[in-house]
Nanobody
Framework: QVQLVESGGRLVQAGDSLRLSCVASTFTFTTYAMGWFRQAPGKEREFVAAISRSGSSTYYADSVKGRFTISRDNAKNTVYLQMNALKPEDTAVYYC??????????????????WGKGTLVTVSS
């Protein structure tokens, strides 16, 4: 079991940038593909971005492509989500996920091996 702790969420204005971080408590971080998901009030959880074990491959939801960037630092057991040009519709609780399956597959399922508790991002108009 991997414990994931997200941080960085806060209230920002439309057009601002924000970076989320997720630290994983595991000695085998590089065996996990990592992803970010989000859940807006009254909506289902949805995929945002995923990154492969080495960090060489990344995948994004169409709604964030070109604005968000996922990255990881395997030496620090940390995955990041850089969010630029934020919009009010980006308001949500953002969750970090770690999974032993492929990063490419994270965009098609929600049954991840490990979830964080989430961090709230609020974008005001």
């Amino acid at each position: 079991q991997v414990q994931l702790v997200e941080s960085g969420g806060r209230l920002v204005q439309a057009g601002d940038s924000l970076r989320l971080s997720c630290v994983a408590s595991t000695f085998t971080f590089t065996t996990y593909a990592m992803g970010w998901f989000r859940q807006a009030p009254g909506k289902e959880r949805e995929f945002v971005a995923a990154i492969s074990r080495s960090g060489s491959s990344t995948y994004y939801a169409d709604s964030v492509k070109g604005r968000f960037t996922i990255s990881r630092d395997n030496a620090k057991n940390t995955v990041y989500l850089q969010m630029n040009a934020l919009k009010p519709e980006d308001t949500a609780v953002y969750y970090c996920a770690a999974d032993l399956a492929t990063a490419q597959g994270m965009g098609t399922r929600l049954d991840m091996d490990n979830w964080g508790k989430g961090t709230l991002v609020t974008v005001s108009s």
